[in-house]
């Protein structure tokens, strides 16, 4: 598949899934013809790289934890204490971050109880039925 395929299939836009490339989060394949062509395994890890960026993690850290998940299904897990440190620094805040979210979803969902409008908690987790 193209670039603006994957684009499509993953919600990431081409801008960032070249810059992704840049930083050596992603290695598209190349055609004859130069253009960047994309297999089903290249969508799982873009799914993979957007979800840790969404999640607060910088760039260089996804590279790192990417390289690492690698190593591991290779046999070969390894993590020098340098990066190690990082990531524990990194996991402070990201349960920060999850700590956060959780308490504004708690007082979200309170507030539509007590407003009695607590049929739009269902209706917000249902799936959008296609027309």
Request: charged residues 25%.
């Given at each position: 598949?193209?670039?603006?395929?994957?684009?499509?299939?993953?919600?990431?836009?081409?801008?960032?899934?070249?810059?992704?490339?840049?930083?050596?989060?992603?290695?598209?394949?190349?055609?004859?013809?130069?253009?960047?062509?994309?297999?089903?395994?290249?969508?799982?890890?873009?799914?993979?790289?957007?979800?840790?960026?969404?999640?607060?993690?910088?760039?260089?850290?996804?590279?790192?934890?990417?390289?690492?998940?690698?190593?591991?299904?290779?046999?070969?897990?390894?993590?020098?204490?340098?990066?190690?440190?990082?990531?524990?620094?990194?996991?402070?805040?990201?349960?920060?971050?999850?700590?956060?979210?959780?308490?504004?979803?708690?007082?979200i969902r309170s507030?539509?109880?007590?407003?009695?409008?607590?049929?739009?908690?269902?209706?917000?987790?249902?799936?959008?039925?296609?027309?």
């Amino acid at each position: 598949m193209k670039i603006g395929e994957l684009a499509a299939r993953t919600g990431v836009t081409t801008r960032l899934i070249r810059y992704y490339e840049q930083q050596e989060l992603l290695d598209a394949d190349r055609a004859p013809n130069g253009y960047r062509t994309y297999t089903e395994a290249h969508v799982e890890r873009l799914g993979r790289v957007a979800g840790l960026v969404q999640a607060g993690i910088p760039t260089r850290l996804v590279k790192v934890l990417l390289e690492t998940e690698d190593a591991a299904a290779r046999a070969e897990p390894t993590c020098p204490r340098e990066i190690a440190e990082q990531l524990a620094t990194e996991l402070v805040g990201v349960q920060a971050r999850i700590d956060c979210l959780t308490k504004s979803r708690d007082a979200i969902r309170s507030f539509l109880t007590a407003t009695q409008h607590e049929v739009l908690l269902r209706e917000a987790q249902e799936p959008a039925v296609a027309v």
